[in-house]
Protein backbone atom coordinates (compact mmCIF):
# COMPACT_ATOMS: atom_id res chain seq x y z
CA UNK A 1 0.00 0.00 0.00
CA UNK A 2 1.78 3.39 -0.90
CA UNK A 3 -0.03 6.71 -0.54
CA UNK A 4 0.94 10.08 -0.67
CA UNK A 5 -1.04 12.75 2.02
CA UNK A 6 -0.81 16.57 1.41
CA UNK A 7 -3.07 19.64 2.34
CA UNK A 8 -5.12 21.67 -0.58
CA UNK A 9 -5.08 25.66 -0.76
CA UNK A 10 -7.73 26.74 1.97
CA UNK A 11 -8.62 29.92 -0.62
CA UNK A 12 -9.90 27.26 -3.11
CA UNK A 13 -12.31 25.61 -1.42
CA UNK A 14 -14.67 28.86 0.71
CA UNK A 15 -18.58 28.77 0.32
CA UNK A 16 -20.30 30.43 -1.10
CA UNK A 17 -18.46 30.45 -4.68
CA UNK A 18 -19.83 32.85 -7.14
CA UNK A 19 -16.82 33.21 -9.69
CA UNK A 20 -15.70 36.47 -10.43
CA UNK A 21 -18.73 38.17 -9.73
CA UNK A 22 -18.40 38.84 -5.63
CA UNK A 23 -16.89 37.46 -2.37
CA UNK A 24 -18.54 36.90 0.48
CA UNK A 25 -17.07 38.45 3.62
CA UNK A 26 -17.18 35.59 6.05
CA UNK A 27 -17.51 32.56 3.87
CA UNK A 28 -17.56 28.66 5.44
CA UNK A 29 -14.08 27.35 4.90
CA UNK A 30 -13.46 23.83 4.25
CA UNK A 31 -10.45 22.37 4.91
CA UNK A 32 -9.80 19.60 2.38
CA UNK A 33 -6.18 17.20 2.96
CA UNK A 34 -6.34 14.67 0.40
CA UNK A 35 -4.64 11.04 0.03
CA UNK A 36 -3.75 9.46 -2.82
CA UNK A 37 -3.33 5.57 -2.55
CA UNK A 38 -1.11 4.92 -6.02
CA UNK A 39 -3.03 2.51 -8.17
CA UNK A 40 -6.19 2.47 -6.29
CA UNK A 41 -7.76 6.28 -6.02
CA UNK A 42 -7.67 9.77 -4.32
CA UNK A 43 -9.52 10.41 -1.36
CA UNK A 44 -10.95 13.62 -0.01
CA UNK A 45 -11.05 14.32 3.50
CA UNK A 46 -13.22 18.09 4.24
CA UNK A 47 -13.11 19.24 7.22
CA UNK A 48 -14.81 22.50 8.81
CA UNK A 49 -14.56 24.20 12.20
CA UNK A 50 -15.02 21.80 14.38
CA UNK A 51 -11.61 19.49 12.90
CA UNK A 52 -8.48 21.59 12.76
CA UNK A 53 -6.60 20.04 9.59
CA UNK A 54 -3.13 21.40 10.50
CA UNK A 55 -2.43 18.82 13.18
CA UNK A 56 -0.62 15.50 14.09
CA UNK A 57 -4.26 14.23 14.93
CA UNK A 58 -6.04 15.08 11.95
CA UNK A 59 -2.91 13.61 10.03
CA UNK A 60 -3.21 10.14 12.37
CA UNK A 61 -6.47 10.04 11.85
CA UNK A 62 -6.17 10.08 7.85
CA UNK A 63 -3.50 7.85 8.11
CA UNK A 64 -5.57 5.10 10.06
CA UNK A 65 -8.49 5.96 7.96
CA UNK A 66 -7.00 4.67 4.80
CA UNK A 67 -5.32 1.47 6.65
CA UNK A 68 -9.51 0.62 7.40
CA UNK A 69 -10.12 1.35 4.19
CA UNK A 70 -7.66 -1.61 2.76
CA UNK A 71 -8.87 -3.90 5.61
CA UNK A 72 -12.46 -3.27 4.51
CA UNK A 73 -11.51 -3.97 0.60
CA UNK A 74 -8.97 -6.81 1.51
CA UNK A 75 -10.03 -8.33 4.81
CA UNK A 76 -6.46 -8.05 6.10
CA UNK A 77 -4.12 -5.03 6.54
CA UNK A 78 -1.08 -4.46 4.09
CA UNK A 79 2.01 -6.03 4.68
CA UNK A 80 3.93 -3.05 3.68
CA UNK A 81 2.95 0.75 4.05
CA UNK A 82 4.24 3.43 1.85
CA UNK A 83 3.80 6.97 3.35
CA UNK A 84 5.01 9.85 1.94
CA UNK A 85 4.01 13.65 3.62
CA UNK A 86 5.79 16.96 3.11
CA UNK A 87 7.59 18.87 5.97
CA UNK A 88 4.39 20.84 7.89
CA UNK A 89 4.51 20.76 11.69
CA UNK A 90 0.89 18.67 11.21
CA UNK A 91 3.44 15.93 9.25
CA UNK A 92 6.92 16.02 10.93
CA UNK A 93 6.37 15.47 14.33
CA UNK A 94 6.64 13.13 17.08
CA UNK A 95 3.21 11.85 17.91
CA UNK A 96 2.99 11.06 14.15
CA UNK A 97 5.85 8.38 14.65
CA UNK A 98 5.37 7.18 17.42
CA UNK A 99 1.65 6.01 15.74
CA UNK A 100 3.57 4.68 13.17
CA UNK A 101 5.39 2.09 15.66
CA UNK A 102 2.26 1.52 17.46
CA UNK A 103 0.79 0.61 13.82
CA UNK A 104 3.73 -1.90 13.82
CA UNK A 105 4.02 -3.20 17.23
CA UNK A 106 0.24 -3.75 17.26
CA UNK A 107 1.09 -6.26 14.03
CA UNK A 108 -1.48 -4.38 12.00
CA UNK A 109 1.24 -3.84 9.11
CA UNK A 110 4.74 -5.11 9.25
CA UNK A 111 6.86 -2.17 7.73
CA UNK A 112 6.05 0.82 7.50
CA UNK A 113 8.16 3.73 5.48
CA UNK A 114 7.64 6.99 5.91
CA UNK A 115 9.38 9.88 3.82
CA UNK A 116 9.07 13.28 4.60
CA UNK A 117 9.58 15.77 1.47
CA UNK A 118 12.99 18.23 1.41
CA UNK A 119 12.21 21.72 2.29
CA UNK A 120 11.38 23.71 -1.52
CA UNK A 121 10.79 20.19 -3.30
CA UNK A 122 7.08 19.23 -2.37
CA UNK A 123 5.51 19.32 -5.35
CA UNK A 124 4.30 15.70 -6.02
CA UNK A 125 1.59 14.17 -7.89
CA UNK A 126 -1.36 14.99 -5.63
CA UNK A 127 -0.76 18.66 -6.63
CA UNK A 128 -2.15 17.18 -10.16
CA UNK A 129 -5.07 16.21 -7.97
CA UNK A 130 -5.78 20.03 -6.59
CA UNK A 131 -5.51 21.17 -9.60
CA UNK A 132 -8.48 18.92 -11.00
CA UNK A 133 -10.26 19.62 -7.58
CA UNK A 134 -10.02 24.03 -8.49
CA UNK A 135 -10.66 23.27 -12.19
CA UNK A 136 -13.94 21.64 -10.72
CA UNK A 137 -15.46 24.04 -9.47
CA UNK A 138 -13.38 27.51 -10.20
CA UNK A 139 -16.06 28.38 -13.37
CA UNK A 140 -18.94 27.62 -11.62
CA UNK A 141 -21.59 29.15 -9.19
CA UNK A 142 -21.13 26.54 -5.58
CA UNK A 143 -23.62 28.10 -2.82
CA UNK A 144 -23.38 24.71 -1.04
CA UNK A 145 -21.04 22.00 0.14
CA UNK A 146 -23.28 19.63 -1.44
CA UNK A 147 -22.62 21.29 -5.30
CA UNK A 148 -19.05 21.94 -4.41
CA UNK A 149 -18.65 17.69 -3.65
CA UNK A 150 -21.18 17.07 -6.88
CA UNK A 151 -18.64 19.24 -9.07
CA UNK A 152 -15.95 17.38 -7.91
CA UNK A 153 -17.48 14.01 -8.51
CA UNK A 154 -18.67 14.68 -11.95
CA UNK A 155 -15.48 16.09 -12.78
CA UNK A 156 -13.51 13.36 -11.85
CA UNK A 157 -15.85 10.69 -13.03
CA UNK A 158 -14.44 12.19 -16.60
CA UNK A 159 -10.91 11.97 -15.61
CA UNK A 160 -11.48 8.20 -14.94
CA UNK A 161 -10.06 8.40 -11.42
CA UNK A 162 -11.79 7.07 -8.36
CA UNK A 163 -13.06 9.77 -5.74
CA UNK A 164 -14.67 9.69 -2.46
CA UNK A 165 -15.03 12.74 0.07
CA UNK A 166 -16.00 11.84 3.31
CA UNK A 167 -16.62 14.98 6.01
CA UNK A 168 -15.16 15.07 9.06
CA UNK A 169 -16.71 16.90 11.88
CA UNK A 170 -15.04 15.03 14.76
CA UNK A 171 -11.72 12.94 15.53
CA UNK A 172 -10.14 10.98 18.46
CA UNK A 173 -7.49 13.05 20.69
CA UNK A 174 -4.68 11.36 19.64
CA UNK A 175 -2.22 13.37 20.86
CA UNK A 176 -3.69 13.45 24.74
CA UNK A 177 -3.58 9.01 23.96
CA UNK A 178 0.18 9.31 22.75
CA UNK A 179 1.88 12.54 23.77
CA UNK A 180 3.90 11.43 26.63
CA UNK A 181 4.56 8.10 25.71
CA UNK A 182 7.68 9.16 23.05
CA UNK A 183 10.93 10.09 23.57
CA UNK A 184 11.46 13.65 23.82
CA UNK A 185 14.54 13.83 21.72
CA UNK A 186 12.30 12.98 18.98
CA UNK A 187 11.00 16.36 18.37
CA UNK A 188 15.09 17.92 17.23
CA UNK A 189 14.96 15.13 14.45
CA UNK A 190 12.31 17.18 12.28
CA UNK A 191 14.77 20.71 13.06
CA UNK A 192 18.10 22.04 11.02
CA UNK A 193 21.07 19.95 11.36
CA UNK A 194 18.67 16.99 12.51
CA UNK A 195 16.01 16.54 9.82
CA UNK A 196 15.94 13.00 9.26
CA UNK A 197 13.61 12.34 5.92
CA UNK A 198 13.46 8.94 5.98
CA UNK A 199 11.96 6.50 8.78
CA UNK A 200 11.62 2.90 8.92
CA UNK A 201 9.37 0.98 11.02
CA UNK A 202 9.81 -2.77 11.06
CA UNK A 203 8.35 -5.40 13.32
CA UNK A 204 10.82 -7.64 14.91
CA UNK A 205 10.86 -10.39 17.55
CA UNK A 206 10.69 -8.75 21.10
CA UNK A 207 13.49 -8.98 22.69
CA UNK A 208 15.85 -6.57 25.10
CA UNK A 209 16.23 -4.27 22.49
CA UNK A 210 13.00 -4.11 21.34
CA UNK A 211 10.49 -5.09 23.84
CA UNK A 212 7.07 -4.17 21.50
CA UNK A 213 8.38 -5.78 18.43
CA UNK A 214 9.43 -2.95 16.33
CA UNK A 215 12.65 -1.77 15.39
CA UNK A 216 12.65 1.76 13.90
CA UNK A 217 15.87 3.10 12.08
CA UNK A 218 16.01 6.63 10.39
CA UNK A 219 18.15 8.34 7.77
CA UNK A 220 18.96 11.89 6.68
CA UNK A 221 17.95 11.08 2.49
CA UNK A 222 15.92 8.58 0.78
CA UNK A 223 18.72 8.22 -1.76
CA UNK A 224 21.99 6.10 -0.15
CA UNK A 225 24.60 8.45 -1.54
CA UNK A 226 23.90 12.16 -1.60
CA UNK A 227 25.90 15.29 -2.41
CA UNK A 228 25.72 18.74 0.38
CA UNK A 229 26.36 22.01 -0.57
CA UNK A 230 28.82 22.94 2.77
CA UNK A 231 29.01 26.70 3.77
CA UNK A 232 32.83 27.15 4.01
CA UNK A 233 35.25 29.55 3.78
CA UNK A 234 36.98 29.88 -0.10
CA UNK A 235 40.21 29.15 1.25
CA UNK A 236 39.32 25.48 2.07
CA UNK A 237 37.40 25.09 -0.99
CA UNK A 238 38.55 22.81 -3.71
CA UNK A 239 36.02 22.81 -6.15
CA UNK A 240 35.44 25.38 -9.00
CA UNK A 241 31.70 25.86 -7.87
CA UNK A 242 32.86 26.03 -4.28
CA UNK A 243 35.93 28.55 -4.73
CA UNK A 244 33.19 30.84 -7.15
CA UNK A 245 30.37 30.62 -4.01
CA UNK A 246 31.50 29.26 -1.21
CA UNK A 247 29.40 26.31 -1.43
CA UNK A 248 31.79 22.95 -1.49
CA UNK A 249 30.26 19.91 -2.60
CA UNK A 250 30.80 17.34 -0.47
CA UNK A 251 29.54 13.27 -1.15
CA UNK A 252 27.72 11.83 1.92
CA UNK A 253 26.76 7.94 2.20
CA UNK A 254 23.79 8.11 3.64
CA UNK A 255 22.91 4.79 6.07
CA UNK A 256 20.49 3.82 8.08
CA UNK A 257 20.59 4.98 11.92
CA UNK A 258 21.17 4.62 14.78
CA UNK A 259 23.71 1.75 15.54
CA UNK A 260 24.61 1.62 19.18
CA UNK A 261 26.33 -1.63 20.30
CA UNK A 262 26.40 -3.15 17.08
CA UNK A 263 22.41 -3.06 17.15
CA UNK A 264 20.56 -1.33 14.38
CA UNK A 265 17.79 0.58 15.30
CA UNK A 266 15.68 1.66 18.41
CA UNK A 267 12.36 1.65 19.90
CA UNK A 268 10.66 5.63 20.32
CA UNK A 269 7.89 4.17 22.68
Not at 5 to 25: E, L, V
Not at 152 to 161: G, P, S
Not at 191 to 215: D, I, M
Amino acid sequence: MSIIIDGMDQNHSRIPYQGNQTKFSKPLEQGITGIKEHGVGFTIYRTFGTVKKKTADFTIYCILSQLESWFIRHRRYPEELFIQLDGGAENANRNVLVMLELIVTKKLVRVIHSTRLPTGHTHEDIDACFALIWASCRKKVCLTLEEYENHILNYFRDTKIPTTIKDVFMIPDYEKLIDKSGDAKLQHLHKWPYTQHCWRFEAVLPSNNFKFGCKTTYKAYSSDKVVELMNKPISQCFSAIGQYTGLEPVTVFNTWQPIQNGIEGISIV
